[in-house]
């Protein structure tokens, strides 16, 4: 398919940005990476009469440590520069190895943090990932700045609590205090396809017993989920084979995920269980006491 017409512009600061999305009315769309946006322009599932292009904006590509207590990534950061971070390595582990997993290299050179958080798919890699660390996204429009938490940030398949006269301008993940065990595993049909189910977890423990636990999923519902009831059964729990299998399938009783082409619902049900219990181990023994 080809594109239909439209009118572009690349604005090379902020000010300039909002100067234009004031002037173009409603149907106008960020360009970011082009990764999902693009293929849908193709297939003729959206049209657009502007595209404003945001990769010559220097104030949304930086990844900085803030009062030794938060690591700001702003939205145009690449996956692949993620993933080579050495800040994000060190202080978000988690979020560095799962963006080295997104997709294949071509859509990580390209793929941006904030055009995958702002496309809000519910099983998208750094959805998920900021579902797990409690990211707080920072939205600006002309004059004004908000945040908002990831728990409120995505409402539905493909939306989020973005309006049209605002960006994403970065995303800030507070770190994590003490020693964490992480585990993020995914089931795709085949590499690089999009996910079909996502489990992500991370575990503080003292001796044989869960201190802290977050766990979020991709792909079992209408947005990235934090699994709070798995959460809060495992808390304070010692780590036996029983209550890690009472978990898992707690997990797989709650959610209800829509069957694909592929798989039945009941099928990935039974996945989100495997998988939960095999992310849970994990991070459990990766974690230090
Ligand atoms: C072959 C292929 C395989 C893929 N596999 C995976 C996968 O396994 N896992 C995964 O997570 N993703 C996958 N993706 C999607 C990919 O991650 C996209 O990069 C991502 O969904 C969008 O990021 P982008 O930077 O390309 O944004 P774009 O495509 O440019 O934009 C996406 C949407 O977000 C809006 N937007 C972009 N930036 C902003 C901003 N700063 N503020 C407000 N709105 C904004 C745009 O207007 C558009 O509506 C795949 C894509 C392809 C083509």
Redesign the pocket.
Same mark, same amino acid.
């Given at each position: 398919m080809i594109l239909e017409p439209f009118d572009y512009y690349a604005p090379s600061s902020l000010d300039e940005m909002f100067d234009i999305v004031g002037s173009v009315g409603e149907n106008f769309?960020?360009?970011?990476?082009?990764?999902? +946006?693009?293929?849908?322009l193709k297939m003729n599932l !959206?049209k657009v009469s502007t595209i404003?292009d945001?990769k010559k904006i220097p104030e949304?590509s930086f990844i900085r440590e803030e009062d030794g207590q938060w690591i700001r990534i702003g939205?145009?950061v690449?996956?692949v520069e993620i993933s080579d971070s050495n800040l994000i390595k060190k202080h978000l582990p988690i979020l560095s190895f799962a963006a080295k997993?997104?997709?294949?290299q071509?859509?990580?050179n390209?793929?941006?943090?904030?055009?995958?958080?702002?496309?809000?798919?519910p099983?998208?890699?750094?959805?998920?990932i900021s579902m797990l660390l409690d990211a707080e996204m920072e939205?600006v429009s002309k004059g004004s700045s908000r945040y908002v938490s990831a728990n409120k940030f995505f409402l539905g398949p +493909?939306t989020t609590n973005?309006k049209q006269d605002? !960006?994403?301008?970065s995303i800030r993940f507070k770190i994590p205090e003490g020693n964490y065990g992480w585990s993020f595993n995914?089931v795709?049909l085949s590499h690089?396809?999009?996910?079909l189910l996502i489990t992500a977890t991370m575990i503080r423990r003292n001796r044989n017993i869960i201190e802290d636990i977050k766990i979020a999923l991709?792909g079992v519902a209408d947005t990235v989920v934090r699994a709070k009831e798995i959460e809060e059964f495992l808390k304070g729990k010692e780590i036996t084979e029983e209550n890690i299998n009472k978990a898992s399938k707690l997990a797989s009783s709650i959610y209800n995920p829509s069957s694909t082409l592929e798989f039945t619902s009941n099928y990935i049900k039974k996945l989100i269980e495997v998988y939960l219990r095999r992310s849970i181990k994990e991070a459990y023994t990766m974690a230090r006491e």
């Open positions: 769309k960020f360009l970011a990476g082009g990764q999902s +946006l693009i293929p849908m !959206i404003i945001l949304l939205a145009l690449k996956y997993k997104i997709a294949h071509l859509v990580r390209r793929g941006t943090i904030g055009g995958s958080i702002a496309f809000g798919h099983a998208a890699d750094l959805c998920v939205i +493909l973005l605002e !960006i994403l301008k995914k795709s690089g396809d999009f996910p991709g």
